[in-house]
């Protein structure tokens, strides 16, 4: 669980590099790039919304999938599970393009031929589309780990 957080700490510098290729960009004369992720307040939540450009969606690779019903519940990759340093399970959801809410999952149990699957007992509802690569930079953009 640490090599995540410190995965997500590492990566999530990228997207402050990718600011800062903007900026210089500004400077040359070349045309200025949005910032490579905009965090909003959720009135009456603790989480905040991220929104990528388009840029930093594709340097980052985020890739996406749909939560699926399963006779346990609901069912995820376990790789669009992370943890927080407080032990929570969260997942990313798209509440539209380029825009992920983090939300708080229950893992019952990690399963599946592969042990790739997480079953859960709460979280977001079937269909419901979550990150599935690129959630630990999307906590840390959230967070603000890339700020000075």
């Known amino acids: 669980m ?12 990228g997207l402050g ?13 070349a045309p ?3 910032p490579p992720a ?14 990528l450009s388009e840029h930093a969606e594709k340097r980052l690779g985020v890739e996406t999938i749909a939560v699926a019903a399963a006779p346990q519940g ?14 929570g399970a969260w997942v990313f959801t798209v509440t539209k393009p380029l825009t992920y809410v983090r939300e708080q999952v229950t893992v019952a149990n990690v399963g599946g031929a592969k042990g790739d699957t997480a079953f859960l007992s709460a979280g977001p509802a079937a269909g419901t589309e979550v990150v ?14 890339s700020e000075e």
């Not at 640490?2 to 510098?13: C, E, Q």
């Not at 590099?17 to 004369?29: I, V």
């Not at 609901?74 to 032990?87: C, I, R």
Request: aromatic share 8%; hydrophobic share 45%.
């Open 2 to 13: 640490r090599g995540r957080w410190m995965a997500a700490v590492l990566v999530t510098v």
């Open 17 to 29: 590099a990718a600011g800062c290729a903007a900026a210089s960009e500004a400077t040359s004369g």
């Open 32 to 34: 200025a790039e949005d």
């Open 38 to 51: 905009r965090i909003a307040e959720i009135p009456g939540k603790d989480v905040k919304s991220v929104t």
């Open 74 to 87: 609901l069912s995820v990759p376990y790789a669009a599970v992370f943890y927080t340093p407080d032990g």
């Open 132 to 145: 599935q690569t690129g959630a630990i930079e999307l906590y840390g953009a959230e967070i603000g780990v």
